[in-house]
């Protein structure tokens, strides 16, 4: 049995009928929809929220004004480890370390 080609691969989807990718138990949801929306704080119970603290914890949402920068650091594994060992935040630690370094607090 040989192996398809590319054009027959093509021509066999091109003749499959498009799915319908629609989910009648969960549809878009329409500018109303939107407008009712409240965040966890206010819709969850606190149990459930304290399940899921991480997503919670997330929920900031972009900066108004960005007044950081992403950039591309390489840093030596053990100075990584150091920062990490301390727990979430390790990355604004390393900033503050810099600031340090450079004489202005954060």
């Known amino acids: 049995m040989s192996r398809p080609t590319k054009t027959e691969i093509e021509a066999r989807l091109a003749s499959m009928p498009e799915p319908d990718l629609t989910d009648p138990d969960n549809p878009e949801w329409s500018d109303a929809d939107f407008g009712r929306a409240r965040p966890p704080e206010e819709a ?27 950039v591309t650091l390489r840093l030596d594994r053990d100075v990584i480890s150091h920062f990490q060992a301390e727990g979430p935040g390790w990355q604004s630690r390393i900033n503050a370390a810099l600031r340090r370094v450079i004489g202005k607090a954060s």
């Not at 991480?54 to 929920?59: D, G, I, S, Y």
């Not at 900031?60 to 004004?65: H, I, M, P, T, V």
């Open 44 to 70: 969850l119970p606190p149990e459930v929220l304290a399940a899921f603290p991480q997503t919670v914890a997330r929920l900031r949402g972009r900066q108004k004004a960005p007044t950081k920068r992403q």
